[in-house]
């Protein structure tokens, strides 16, 4: 079965939603971060494409712990409550972690947008579908998580007004459904420097 | 705290006062009832900022992101719930040398009733091992603020996570309901 079959039986409000690209609306996101804004890219696709969209001090680039790019944004929040953090995640990772949502409608840090790739396969794995791609809508999973401001992006515009909705105030989730175009590019695989880079951007000294 | 304080102090008063001294604002946890007590100190201590994860992976990527934005944090779990972990210590903390501090409720021995939490107590110190995480088994009362305060400012200074394995002879544990 294709990506499109698995979309064309999505429920909920997805199925209304345009099949968007990542690297282009990641760039669309990127160009409205100009408060240094910190951003936690989850592990494969959601993080090549964050790399390859131009390489900033306050981006985390995660090498493991698939899951993870929530709870580390949730992480940064509280540190940081002056700065805005987003989170880029894709479906498969969120399905690996969906407590961490009820977490961060707990904590209701209003400093924090989670934002979801939803292209219904695994795709860095050889495009095994993911539960979204014929059952769970992952924007009503954020929503009785607790998670008001959840939506689907209809389109590129639509995406841009509801990101620069969650710069104002969050917590947020916005979903997107996306193609199975692979990343484009790879980040470095140094750990210890990325994160070393990510707190510099971040203005803590070690 | 004096030294006749901490004498006289409970294990979890200890704890919650050595965290505080050494600057550890954050406590994330995945509930245990030996550790309710120290659970409740934290709750009702305004210095910190502590709440529940749904999973103990979770609570350990929190205080990871945390630790980068400036703010010290530990994880609290069950043994039982050290054995979710070990994904997240690999490819996260341990790679990335971040000092998350990680104390875990010893159960599994000296009179464990449940055969899970045997069977993770019987592999947490070779996967802490393994993976090059130092840990210190706390049984003694006059060790605790010793240990927990010296270990956290080597976590920091050598920017290396360490986990805290608070045993029975130190907190009495969790005994089968009479």
Known sequence: ?206 | MTETQTRQAPWHEIVRATLKANDVKLVVYVPDRVFTPLIKALHADDFFTTFAATREEEALGIVSGAWMGGLRGAVLMQTSGFATIPNALASLVAPSQIPALIFVSERGTLGEFNLGQAMVCKTMRPVLDSLGVEHHTVTRHDELAFIVDRSIKQAVATQAPVAFILSPLLTGGKVFAS
Not at chain 1, 22 to 42: D, M, P, S, W, Y
Not at chain 1, 116 to 137: E, F, R
Request: charged share 20%; glycine share 12%; net charge positive.
């Open chain 1, 1 to 206: 079965m294709t990506t499109l079959q698995h979309n064309a039986q999505r429920a909920g409000g997805a199925h209304n939603a345009k099949v968007m690209n990542r690297f282009e609306l990641t760039k669309r996101l990127t160009a409205q971060l100009k408060h240094e804004e910190a951003v936690i890219g989850g592990i494969g696709n959601a993080n090549f494409d964050l790399w390859s969209s131009g390489q900033r001090p306050q981006n985390f680039y995660m090498l493991g712990s698939m899951g993870l790019a929530i709870p580390i944004a949730l992480g940064v929040a509280i540190a940081q409550p002056q700065r805005h953090v987003v989170a880029l995640e894709g479906d498969g990772s969120l399905l690996m972690q969906l407590g961490c949502l009820a977490t961060v409608a707990m904590r209701a840090p209003t400093n924090l947008t989670i934002v979801v790739w939803d292209n219904g396969i695994y795709q860095i794995t050889g495009g095994q579908p993911t539960a979204s791609a014929s059952a769970a809508d992952l924007v009503a999973i954020a929503r009785g998580a607790g998670i008001a401001k959840s939506a689907w992006a209809a389109d590129e515009e639509d995406f841009e007004r509801l990101f620069a909705q969650a710069l104002k105030g969050g917590p947020s989730l916005i979903a997107a459904r996306i193609d199975d175009k692979p990343g484009v590019g790879t980040t470095d695989r140094d750990p210890v420097q990325i994160r070393a880079r990510f707190m510099q951007g971040l203005g803590i000294k070690r």
